[in-house]
């Protein structure tokens, strides 16, 4: 069984540049997470995807981040302008039932903004 | 919301001792679940807790979830150095007539040969 794929797996960029990752989940799994990890803490949700629509995005700072699944199968995350507390590992994840099932996670995206 | 605490935030353990984190819930849970993160690695299921007071066994991993279903521990018995890592408990709640995964603070723990 494929896992789930992201890229990039690494991003520098400088402060209010625009970035974007991609994360293309399991096969099958409606359930779409994106989290920001920031270094020595735990991953914090940034917005929870079921099939293409939005089921949570109460944490994500919706004046510079936004997210789309088309299809409710891919997932698109896009920073703009990006700041300096930006810099962190964005990890994606899926599951096939939400909340309920085991969390697959990606390698996540390491972005460094300078 | 929802806010998921884990003590101690960090452990430092010679080879062989135990090792315990606990995790605490702002909210009644549906289910925890626990993960490992390996340094520079992503997050990895351990296992989902669903029943009040349910107890499961991983070989050396003893996870416990509370009467209440607010609070979670895991216990490692004689640690070994595969077990260096971070440890997130991660609560399951209803919000708004959905799921949510919240993650825990995590407790990384690094081994003393």
């Known amino acids: 069984e494929a896992g789930v794929a992201q890229s990039p797996r690494y991003k520098i960029i400088e402060k209010r540049q625009s970035v974007a990752f991609w994360c293309n989940p399991i096969?099958?799994?409606?359930?779409l997470y994106w989290y920001q990890q920031i270094l020595g803490q735990g991953p914090k949700l940034l917005i929870q995807?079921?099939?293409?629509?939005?089921?949570?995005d109460s944490q994500l700072p919706k004046d510079r981040f936004s997210a789309e699944r088309l299809k409710g199968v891919d997932s698109t995350l896009k920073i703009q302008p990006a700041k300096l507390e930006d810099s962190a590992v964005y990890l994606c994840?899926?599951?096939?039932?939400?909340?309920?099932?085991?969390?697959?996670f990606g390698q996540g995206t390491r972005l460094t903004v300078v | 919301g929802q806010q998921v605490m884990q003590i101690p935030q960090y452990q430092h353990v010679q080879e062989g001792e135990d090792f315990t984190t606990y995790c605490n819930s702002s909210?009644?849970?549906?289910?925890i679940q626990w993960y490992k993160q390996r340094p520079g690695g992503h997050p990895v299921f351990l296992i989902q807790?669903?029943?009040?007071?349910e107890v499961k066994k991983q070989k050396r991993l003893t996870f416990q979830f509370g009467e209440a279903k607010k609070n979670s521990s895991l216990h490692i018995t004689a640690t070994q150095t595969t077990d260096v890592g971070t440890y997130f408990c991660a609560g399951s709640g209803w919000n708004f007539g959905n799921e949510k995964l919240t993650f825990g603070t995590g407790t990384r723990l690094t081994i003393i040969p």
């Open positions: 096969s099958g799994h409606a359930t």
């Open positions: 995807f079921q099939n293409n629509g939005v089921v949570d």
């Open positions: 994840a899926s599951s096939l039932v939400q909340g309920r099932n085991e969390a697959f």
């Open positions: 807790l669903v029943k009040s007071g």
């Open positions: 909210t009644t849970l549906s289910n």
